[in-house]
């Protein structure tokens, strides 16, 4: 039986690449029948390096069959994963967060979680030699994904590790660094196909604050202005989001990679009270800019108190 390898729902460029990375690990070094596969639409940025780098789209799954041996990457958190996660049979975790509990696995497993700021890069340093195998469009990924969790070495994440990793595959890939993330933040930064309940679930993560359940939406762009424009439509579109996912509230941190900075949008005086408790903001209308807050891992979760 193939082992599928997953990562977390509302996919980013880590959660599409690095299934694709370590299913190609598994195939064609280890010898062992695998398939990468999502657990959701991938977002713009990803659906680029899928087209840029030539390589098919996972198919995506919404379940797993009882005993299905599987991969989890990017997470090892259940609530971002199918919810009879723990009906499969987990055989390893590749992952750069914190650990959250609640998985059960059939057996001893393996579990490698860094202080990196891409699965990505765990996953070539897991390859050692074997890294060097790797077809263009593999290392192509591999550099998506690491760009675009950094934000091309923007985001406090980022270590010296991954920078040095992707600088090395951008050389081996013959490409410039700063011309390759911006073509990938223009992907990203164009959601205008998408619904505003869309974008609030388009790269998002449940979290529970003091009993309180929140999605907390992050949308990374270099042209935030399209987006604010759309903020009436987007905080009216939370209810009914929060409602379909059995929430609480929907916050949406709009993060201008080019400024250094994130926007919240402010729809009631719940979010106005967790940004100036969470943030030491001062809110006066249905927006407050965050300067300097960029990353959701190390800035917005680990700070989000009411």
């Given at each position: 039986m193939k082992t599928l390898v997953l990562g977390h729902k509302s996919p980013d460029t880590d959660s599409t690449g690095s299934p694709i990375l370590w299913a190609w690990y598994l195939n064609e070094v280890k010898g062992q029948p695998a398939e990468a596969v999502l657990t959701g639409e991938p977002n713009t940025e990803a659906a680029f390096m899928l087209e840029k780098w030539d390589l098919p789209k996972p198919r995506i799954i919404n379940d797993l069959d009882a005993g299905q041996p599987c991969v989890i990457v990017d997470t090892n958190n259940p609530a971002e994963l199918p919810a009879n996660i723990n009906d499969a049979d987990v055989q390893a975790i590749i992952d750069h967060h914190k650990l959250v509990g609640g998985l059960e696995t059939k057996g001893p497993i393996d579990i490698t979680i860094r202080p990196l700021a891409c699965t990505a890069t765990i996953m070539i340093d897991l390859m050692g030699a074997d890294a060097d195998k790797m077809p263009d469009a593999i290392k192509g990924a591999a550099l998506t994904c690491i760009l675009s969790d950094t934000l091309e070495f923007r985001s406090p994440t980022t270590t010296p590790h991954d920078k040095a990793v992707a600088e090395r595959l951008a050389a081996e890939l013959g490409l410039d660094v700063a011309d390759y993330?911006?073509?990938?933040f223009a992907a990203k930064s164009d959601v205008?196909?998408?619904s505003e309940a869309e974008l609030l679930r388009m790269d998002s993560k449940e979290y529970e604050v003091g009993g309180t359940k929140f999605r907390v939406g992050v949308l990374e762009t270099t042209a935030p202005a399209p987006i604010l424009a759309r903020k009436s439509a987007l905080m009216a579109a939370?209810?009914?989001?929060?409602?379909?996912?059995?929430?609480?509230q929907v916050?949406?941190?709009i993060v201008d990679i080019l400024n250094e900075e994130a926007t919240l949008l402010v729809p009631n005086d719940?979010?106005?009270t967790l940004a100036e408790k969470s943030f030491g903001a001062s809110v006066t209308g249905d927006t407050v800019v965050l300067p300097g807050v960029m990353s959701r891992k190390k800035q917005i979760i680990p700070n989000l108190t009411l």
């Open positions: 993330a911006a073509e990938m205008s196909a998408f939370m209810d009914t989001v929060a409602a379909e996912d059995s929430l609480d916050l949406l941190f719940l979010v106005k």
